[in-house]
C-alpha cells in the first residue's frame, strides 16, 4: 500500500513514530559501537558506557535530577512496577496504606490490586468531573502508615494535568513518598523534581518519538534518599534496583528523543494546542458532543470527546480506512467494558462507550485536522440518521 494511502495517524497518546533524527543517534550503536556496558576491560565495552552515561546525564538535566538518580528500565509499565511494589517491601515496616488514584494507567491500578491482595491498604482516590483530583480529599487520606502516593502527571486517556507540585509538597510535608508516571508528560510539559518534590518519576520514549521497549525510572538519592526492593535479580546492574544487560541503543534513543522534545516544547505547545482547538471547536457544531476531561489543564495535542446517539465502536470502523484514532487506552483497547478513566469522570455507560480519543503529534498537519473534522462530522451525522430510523 503506498503510504499516501494509509490512514492519518491521529493516535499520538498509543505510541509514536521514531524521530529520523532519533533513529539516526541509535544506528551505531547497533552495528560499529555494539559492546556490552558492563564489559570494562575493552573499548567495545566503554564506547558502550560512555553512551549510557552521556544519555543519564541528558534524562537527569531534562528533570532537574542527577545522573546517579536515573535507573534504566523496559518502559513506564516496568518503572510503575518497580515503584509500586519495590517500595511496599522495602517500606512495610513503616506502614502498608497507599495511595493512588481511579483514573490511573492499569500499569499503577494492578500493580496496587496485586499488593491488596497480599494484604496492603489501598486508597484510591476519586476525581472531580473534570478529571482532577479533589487536593482536599488526598490530605485527608493521608494516615501514619500511608508510604507512598502515585499520582500520574498527565493522563493517557482525557490528556489532565494533575496538581503535580501541590501533591508533592502535601506529601513532602508529611515525609511520604510521592510518585508520578510522567509516561505522557515528558517532553510535553516542564517536569521538575526538585521544584515539584517528586520522590519517583516514571518514563518512557515511545510516546515522544523514541522506540518501544525503553524507559528509565527517577529515584530521589537525597532528602528523602529512597529505597527501593529490586523485582528483577541477576547481575546488580542499576545499583542493584534493576539486573539486565543495558541496552545501549534504545538508552541513547530515549536520551535522543527527550532532548529534542524538550528542545521544540514551546514551538509544538502552541502548534499543536491551535490544531486541538480547532479540531474541538469544528466537532462540538455537532451537538450532543462533550469534552473528556479538563478543558485547558490538559495536554496540547489531547481530545476526548463522547458523542450522544452514536456507538463509539461502529464510529471507530467507519473512521479506521481514514484515520487510525481510538476510543481510550492502547493498553485495553481490546476489552469490551467501557473505559475505568470516563466511568471515574461520572460519564454513563453510553456515553462513555460512544467516546472517540484523537492524539495530535509532531508530523500532523492542518491538513490531517482538515480532514478528521469534515470525515468524523459526516460519520457522525451518518451514524445518528441511521439510529434514528431505527428507533
Known amino acids: 500500500m503506498e503510504s499516501s494511502q494509509r490512514p492519518v495517524y491521529l493516535d499520538c497518546h498509543a505510541t509514536t513514530p521514531v524521530d529520523p533524527q532519533v533513529m539516526a543517534a541509535m544506528l551505531p550503536y547497533f552495528t560499529e559501537m555494539f559492546g556490552n556496558p558492563a564489559s570494562v576491560s575493552h573499548q567495545y565495552g566503554w564506547e558502550a558506557d560512555a553512551a549510557i552515561q552521556q544519555a543519564r546525564a541528558s534524562l537527569a538535566a531534562a528533570i532537574n535530577a542527577t545522573p546517579e538518580e536515573i535507573i534504566f528500565t523496559s518502559g513506564a509499565t516496568e518503572a510503575n512496577n518497580l515503584v509500586v511494589k519495590g517500595v511496599a517491601e522495602a517500606y512495610v515496616s513503616r506502614g502498608k496504606h497507599i495511595i493512588t488514584v481511579e483514573t490511573e494507567h492499569n500499569a499503577v491500578l494492578d500493580p496496587c490490586r496485586y499488593l491488596r491482595s497480599l494484604g496492603f491498604d489501598i486508597t484510591f482516590l476519586p476525581v472531580q468531573p473534570d478529571g482532577l483530583i479533589d487536593l482536599f480529599d488526598l490530605e485527608n487520606a493521608l494516615r501514619p502508615d500511608t508510604i507512598l502516593v502515585s499520582v500520574m502527571t498527565a493522563n493517557n486517556e482525557i490528556g489532565v494535568i494533575q496538581p503535580i507540585a501541590e501533591i508533592g509538597a502535601l506529601c513532602h510535608h508529611r515525609g511520604i513518598l510521592f510518585h508520578t508516571d ?97 479540531l474541538w471547536q469544528a466537532l462540538s457544531e455537532l451537538g450532543g458532543v462533550h469534552l473528556n476531561g ?16 452514536v456507538d463509539g465502536q461502529a464510529l471507530l470502523i467507519a473512521l479506521q480506512s481514514v484515520m487510525a484514532v481510538s476510543s481510550g487506552s492502547a493498553c485495553t483497547s481490546s476489552k469490551a467494558a467501557p473505559s475505568h478513566v470516563l466511568k471515574a469522570l461520572g460519564r454513563s455507560h453510553e456515553l462513555a462507550y460512544a467516546s472517540i480519543r484523537f492524539g495530535i503529534g509532531r508530523f500532523n498537519t492542518d491538513a490531517d485536522i482538515d480532514l478528521a473534522i469534515a470525515h468524523v462530522t459526516q460519520t457522525v451525522q451518518a451514524l445518528r440518521q441511521s439510529a434514528s430510523l431505527l428507533a
Open 182 to 278: 510522567a509516561a505522557q508528560a515528558i517532553g510535553k510539559v516542564p517536569l521538575d523534581v526538585a521544584a515539584m518534590h517528586i520522590d519517583l518519576m516514571s518514563l518512557t520514549a515511545h510516546k515522544i518519538y523514541g522506540p518501544k521497549g525503553i524507559g528509565a525510572l527517577y529515584v530521589r538519592r537525597r532528602n528523602p534518599r529512597v529505597q527501593l526492593a529490586p523485582q528483577l535479580h541477576g547481575g546488580g546492574h542499576e545499583k542493584g534496583m534493576r539486573s539486565g544487560t543495558l541496552y545501549t541503543p534504545q538508552i541513547v534513543g530515549l536520551a535522543a528523543a527527550v532532548e529534542l522534545a524538550i528542545a521544540e516544547m514551546p514551538t509544538e505547545t502552541a502548534r499543536l494546542t491551535q490544531m486541538r482547538d480547532r
Open 294 to 309: 479538563h478543558p485547558t489543564q490538559r495536554l496540547c495535542g489531547n481530545l476526548n470527546l463522547s458523542l450522544e446517539g
